[in-house]
C-alpha cells in the first residue's frame, strides 16, 4: 500500500471484496436482529407484567451481566481455539437456548435466567470475531469494515426494535424463536464461509485462564495509549445507553395510552441506532484516516452533552431525535478508536483485550441504565437523564485532558507492527511444521471453494 492510499479512506468495495469478511458480515448481522428483537420483547413483557421501571431496567441490563460475571475469562478461550470453530459452537449453543426461552408461560425469573445463560456465550463468539476481522481486514480495510459493522448492528437495533416492541403485545414468545433462527443460520454462514485459521498464539504454552485473562488486564491498563483509549470509551458509554434502557418506562410516562406506547418505546430505542448508523457509513466511507482519530476526543465529550436537553421534557419524538444526535457522535468516535486501538495492540492479545473492552462496556452501559433507572424511581426521569448526562461531559471534559500526542501514537504503533510480524512468522512456522498442516496445504492454494475463501491482503 502506498503512501497515497494509506491516506486515503478505503472503499466500500474494496471491504467487500473478501468473502470472508461478507460471510461474517451477513452471519453477525442475522444474530443481531434476531438479539434487539428479543430485548426490546422482554423489556416490554417485564414493564407491562409489573409496572416497574426498575424493573423494566434490569431486564434489558440483563444482557450485559454475563461480560460482567465473566466475560474476559470466556473471552480468553477464543485466543485457544480457531476463531471459526468457536464461533460455530457459541451460535449452535444460543439458538438451542434461546429456543428453550421461547417455551409459552415460562416464568420470568425462568425466562432471564435462560436469557443470562445465553448471554454467557456471547463473549468467545464476539472475542473470536473480533480476532478474526483484522486477519481478514487490513490497513484502513479494517476501520472501514469496522464502521459497517458497527452500521449494520445500528441497523440490526432499529429492524430489531421496532419489531420486538411490536411483537411484545401479542407474540413475545414468537420474537423468541426469531432470535434462536437467526443462531442456527448464522452457524451455518460461518462454516460454509469462513475457513480455519490457526489461533495466533499456538506457538505459546497455554497458562491457566485466569492468568491469561490478568496478562490482558495488565496490558490494556498498563500500556499508557491503551489506558487513554480504554478509559476514555468506556467512560462516553456510561452515559449514553439510557434512552433505550429506559424507552419502555419513559414511553409509558409520556403516552397515558397504552395502546400506543409500543410505538413511543420503539421511536425512542431507535434513535441512537439510526444516528450510528448514517454517520457510521458516512465518516467512515469520507473522513480520512488521520482526521477521524483528531475527531475521537471532541465526538467523546459531545456524546452525552446532546442529551442534557432531555432535562426541559421533551416529547418522544425529541427524545428520539436527542438519543439520534448521541448516536452520530458515537459513530465519529468508536471505529477510529477501535481502529487506533487494534494498531497499538499485538495480535496475540486481540482476543483478550476485546473481552475485557466488551466486559467494560457492557458495565459502562448496563451501570448506566440501572443508576438512572433507580434514581427514576424517585425523581423526574427526564430530570434524571438530562442531569447525569451533564455529568458525563464534565467528566469527560477532565479525562481528555490526559489523551497521548499523536508521536507517542506513532512510537507505540510501530513497535506493536514489529512484534506482530514476528508473531505472526512463528505461527506460521509452527503450522508449516505440522504433519496436519502439511497435509492441509493443497487445499489452502484453493481460496474459489465455497468453504475455504481466500484471505484477503
Known sequence: MSDQDAERPATFREVFSSSEYRSVFLASALSWVGDFVAKAAVTALVYNQTRSVVASAAAFAISFLPWVAGGPVL???????????????SDLCRAALVALVAIPWMPIPAMLALLFLTGLLNPPFDAARS????????????????????????????????????????????????DAGTFGFSAFVIWSGIRTRPPVSIQEPHRHLLRETAQGFRLVFGTPTLRAIAVLVLTAYLFTTAPEGLAAAWAGSLEPDPSRRGLAQGIIMIGNPLGFLIAGLVV???????????????????????????????????????????GVCLASM?????????????????????????SGLQISQGGGVMLTGLLAAKYSLSLVVGAWSAFGVVLLLSISTLWPSPAEFSGAIARTRAANAAAEAAALATQSSSPISQRQAAGDQHPTTVSRPAEST
Open 75 to 89: 473471552a480468553a478461550i477464543a485466543e485457544r481455539y480457531p476463531q471459526r470453530t468457536t464461533m460455530i459452537v
Open 131 to 178: 480476532a478474526l476481522l483484522p486477519r481478514i481486514l487490513s490497513g484502513d480495510r479494517y476501520v472501514v469494515g469496522l464502521s459497517v459493522q458497527n452500521s449494520a448492528n445500528q441497523a440490526a437495533q432499529l429492524i430489531g426494535y421496532m419489531v420486538g416492541a411490536a411483537l411484545a403485545a401479542r407474540h413475545p414468545h414468537g420474537a423468541l424463536l426469531i
Open 284 to 326: 467512515g466511507r469520507l473522513v480520512p484516516p488521520a482526521t477521524r482519530q483528531r475527531l475521537i476526543r471532541p465526538f467523546c465529550i459531545l456524546a452525552p452533552a446532546t442529551l442534557v436537553p432531555a432535562l426541559f421534557k421533551p416529547n418522544a419524538i425529541i427524545v428520539a431525535i436527542l438519543a439520534g444526535l448521541c
Open 334 to 358: 468508536v471505529p477510529a478508536a477501535n481502529g487506533l486501538f487494534v494498531q497499538v495492540l499485538p495480535n496475540g492479545y486481540r482476543a483478550r483485550a476485546f473481552g475485557i473492552m466488551q
